[in-house]
């Protein structure tokens, strides 16, 4: 995972000058759990094919150039990236919207959480 190389290849997208702004999330491991719970590792499933109907459904929304995202699968510690999501496009008013849109996405569709 690496958000730099991320932006570069929005930035080599044929359709970039028209983007007004990039939009970046980097979800990293908490060392604590929603409620307060310590959490010591984090297990992590991915839905592939669904990781990818989501972004392509994110695509076709107005003003969008590109999103991309990564997600890290397996066993994670406090402090590791686990999502990185790049939206590129013409207005904040259509592209904050897909950045939230799409990290909530992917929590609730695209990963299974285990805490430890």
């Known amino acids: ?6 932006i570069k290849r929005v930035k080599s997208h044929p ?4 983007a007004g702004m990039i939009l970046c ?3 990293v491991v908490r060392n604590t759990s929603r409620d307060g719970r310590p959490v010591s590792e984090l297990f992590v499933n991915v839905d592939r094919k669904r990781l990818e109907e989501i972004l392509y459904e994110m ?4 003003g969008i150039i590109e ?4 997600v ?3 066993r994670l510690f406090p402090g590791d990236d ?16 897909v950045l939230i849109d ?10 299974k959480k285990t805490e430890v």
């Open 1 to 6: 995972m690496d958000l730099t190389n991320m």
């Open 15 to 18: 359709d970039y000058k028209k």
């Open 25 to 27: 999330h980097n979800g």
């Open 59 to 62: 695509k076709k929304r107005e």
């Open 67 to 70: 999103v991309l995202a990564e």
């Open 72 to 74: 890290q699968e397996g």
């Open 82 to 97: 686990i999502m990185l999501v790049v939206v590129a496009g013409d207005f904040r008013e259509n592209v904050f919207p």
């Open 102 to 111: 799409t990290v909530k996405a992917i929590k609730t569709e695209v990963t």
